[in-house]
């Protein structure tokens, strides 16, 4: 079964530390993933997608995700966190062989000054 | 240009009610998905068109739910008979194709509150 795991509720980091949202999959073909990012009353905005080639992936705002295919894995990272970048993350993925997304419950970061 | 754009913002309705939710997707998007997002949740697919019809609707729970697109651009999210499980906020998003693994834009979504 296509599943998608955010084991972390919430995640703190202060200002400037690097961060990291975790995410891992579970899907029968070759997984398409991506990360997106919700701030309150607005939609889902698209962040960063990794289908194939280089395992680290660049997206906005200075994130990036590696993709481990051994432990399933698609980390959400960034250097040097902001306060702005407070709000909810979500991991999802996508069964190569269908449409359907699948969707982690996702991540609240919160960021201090 | 216009994102993809949700009527109406809030819904309030009672028990047993019957309610429609639309979706405006981006101009010249032929794919259009529907998800449910309940409190503490991920996004839950609903159903996948693609053009006019509907590829996936696997995600539907049941027969109380029912989407159209008939002319491949505005979708309708249809309920019958609300039950207050129906509660959570409904979000569309639109692809320009669903073939491949082109990026979804969603909209700001629909919060529906059966009362």
């Known amino acids: 079964a296509q599943s998608v795991a955010q084991p972390e509720d919430q995640v703190n980091v202060a200002e400037g530390n690097p961060l990291t949202v975790k995410c891992t999959y579970s899907v029968s073909g070759n997984p398409y993933l991506f990360w997106y990012v919700q701030y309150p009353n607005r939609g889902l905005q698209f962040l960063l997608k990794?289908?194939?080639?280089?395992?680290l992936v660049k997206g906005s705002y200075g994130f990036e995700a590696e993709f481990n295919k051994s432990q399933t894995s698609f980390h959400l990272k960034k250097p040097s966190a902001l306060v702005s970048d407070s709000a909810l993350y979500f991991c999802a993925v996508r069964d190569g062989r269908r449409d359907k997304f699948y969707f982690g419950s996702g991540t609240k970061l919160n960021v201090k000054p | 240009g216009a994102g993809v754009s949700q009527t109406p913002s809030n819904k309030v309705t009672e028990k047993g009610k019957y309610v429609e939710l639309r979706c405006d997707p981006i101009s010249g998007h032929t794919a259009l998905y529907w998800y449910r997002q309940s409190l503490g949740q991920g996004p839950e697919f609903l159903i996948y068109?693609?053009?006019?019809?509907?590829?996936?609707d696997s995600g539907l729970p049941n027969d109380r739910f029912f989407a159209v697109r008939p002319e491949g651009s505005v979708s309708t999210l249809k309920i019958q008979r609300t039950e207050r499980g129906d509660s959570a906020v409904y979000l569309c998003a639109s692809s320009s194709s669903g073939y491949d693994t082109d990026t979804q834009y969603f909209g700001p979504g629909t919060r529906l509150t059966v009362l």
């Open positions: 990794y289908i194939t080639g280089d395992n």
């Open positions: 068109f693609q053009g006019t019809g509907a590829a996936d």
